[in-house]
């Protein structure tokens, strides 16, 4: 069965960066799909941030310009969330999810809790 | 980027009975809609596809419908274990997009 898991900090200062991995097993991140980070809000409102694809290659929502960055270990079957110049704004709990030919998630993490804070 | 409006925001039901959750989208979308429950502390979960297509392991009770704007999920007959927020997600526009959801709670 296909399983995501997501591992981070937990809390980052403002103006750093943070870094996430999810770790896929049951499935090759380099067979098929492409693989998603999204995030909830406190609140609730949920985001989709980007993804890396199959093949490697990235999109990434043009709301978070040019501070995100997608990347993955084939070896281990990982992929990672890179998001600079953090603030208090992106405190939120980061799933990483399956998307299934960029229509549906079908397969999610339990999700990490990530707090921007000094 | 495409808005999926859900209403209402909260719904009260008691067990047994038929309850109904609507998305509206800004724009058409065909049936390019999905839908999703979030039980508390779990990650989402995907119920439908395609605005009317049934997802392995969901129970019955859950259906879908809807075209265009206008979308609707439903559970037949509640249980406690349905207890949980509903989003819908749009694939027809990129970037992709969500709904702010809607919460159900027993009566």
């Known amino acids: 069965d296909v399983q995501l898991q997501e591992s981070g900090p937990g809390l980052v200062k403002p103006s750093q960066s943070l870094s996430l991995t999810c770790t896929v097993t049951?499935?090759?991140?380099?067979?098929?799909?492409?693989w998603n980070w999204i995030r909830q809000f406190p609140g609730n409102k949920l985001e989709w941030m980007g993804y890396i694809s199959y093949s490697g290659s990235t999109s990434y929502n043009p709301s978070l310009k040019s501070r995100i960055s997608i990347t993955r270990d084939t070896s281990k079957n990982q992929f990672f969330l890179q998001l600079n110049s953090v603030t208090t704004e992106d405190t939120a709990t980061y799933y990483c999810?399956?998307?299934?030919?960029?229509?549906?998630?079908?397969?999610w993490g339990q999700g990490t809790t990530l707090t921007v804070s000094s | 980027d495409i808005l999926l409006t859900q209403s209402p925001a909260i719904l009260s039901v008691s067990p047994g009975e038929r309850v109904s959750f609507s998305c509206r989208a800004s724009?058409?979308?065909?049936?390019?809609i999905h839908w999703y429950q979030q039980r508390t502390n779990g990650s989402p979960r995907l119920l439908i596809k395609?605005?009317?297509e049934s997802i392995s392991g969901i129970p019955s009770r859950f259906s879908g419908s809807g075209s265009g704007t206008d979308f609707t999920l439903s559970i037949n007959s509640v249980e406690s274990e349905d207890i949980a927020d509903y989003y819908c997600q749009q694939s027809n526009s990129w970037p992709t997009t969500f709904g702010a959801g809607t919460k159900l709670e027993l009566k």
């Open positions: 999810a399956r998307f299934y030919y960029g229509y549906y998630f079908d397969y």
């Open positions: 049951g499935y090759s991140i380099t067979s098929d799909y492409a």
């Open positions: 724009q058409s979308i065909g049936t390019s």
């Open positions: 395609y605005a009317s």
